[in-house]
């Protein structure tokens, strides 16, 4: 089972900071990284698939960055809104045969108004 | 609309007896999946299907079986439940391809008693 780490677990920001988390994978045999965003109640839902090294990928103010040689992405939130609460998946594909995602534990965020 | 459809969404059953939970998508997607939710732990994968009449096991599969007759549909089967199967189950589709987004259902909490 490979090894899939992000961190923290959880982390509470007041409303308007920006905000980042990370999530650490093998650095070897890498097909793809993938982002989703969860929130309470809901299914996860895709932000970022990211498959080159160096690929930076944004969407409205969520942002990430991809380094495939030292294995970690970086998910960036600039001025955090409460709707931007939710637990946020990073999940790792080491291979084209099988297509396979490996999730992490998530990221807790819980932005205070 | 482009969807992934679970049913039920919710189920309480007793130890021993058997349940389906079905999974239908929309999308024409090859790829379809089964994981687990518990608190801590990442989503798991139970088992995955890259095609009709193909499936193999996940990081989880003691417990589960599963089908693929049609494309579309995937269902997740527990012959005989037990307490520790307790759990939310998603299903997810998405393109054989390894770097396009996951599309997941709404999800099914699962208790066993």
Not at chain 2, 27 to 36: A, D, F, Q, V
Not at chain 2, 98 to 109: C, D, H, I, K, V
Request: glycine share 8%.
């Amino acid at each position: 089972i490979l090894n899939v780490e992000q961190s923290p677990q959880s982390l509470h920001v007041q409303e308007g900071d920006s905000t980042n988390f990370t999530c650490s994978f093998p650095s070897s045999n890498f097909y793809a990284l993938h982002w989703y965003r969860w929130e309470t109640a809901k299914s996860p839902e895709a932000l970022f698939v990211m498959t080159l090294n160096g690929d930076e990928k944004k969407k409205g103010r969520i942002s990430a960055t991809l380094n495939t040689k030292e294995g970690y992405s970086y998910l960036y939130i600039k001025g955090s809104q409460p709707e931007d609460s939710a637990t946020y998946l990073c999940a790792f594909n080491s291979g084209a045969g099988s297509y396979q995602l490996t999730f992490g534990k998530g990221t807790k965020l819980s932005v205070i108004p | 609309e482009a969807q992934v459809t679970q049913n039920p969404r919710y189920l309480i059953t007793v130890t021993g007896k058997k349940l389906t939970v079905t999974c239908s998508q929309n999308m024409n997607h090859e790829y379809m999946s089964w994981y687990r939710q518990d608190p801590g732990l990442g989503l798991r994968q139970i088992y995955y299907s890259m095609n009709v009449e193909v499936t193999d096991k996940g990081d989880v599969p003691e417990g589960y079986k599963v089908s693929r007759k049609e494309k579309r549909n995937f269902p997740l089967i527990l012959e005989s439940p037990s307490p520790n199967q307790t759990s939310l189950y998603f299903c997810a589709s998405s393109p054989a391809t390894g770097f396009t987004e996951a599309f997941f259902g709404q999800g099914t909490r699962l208790t066993v008693v």
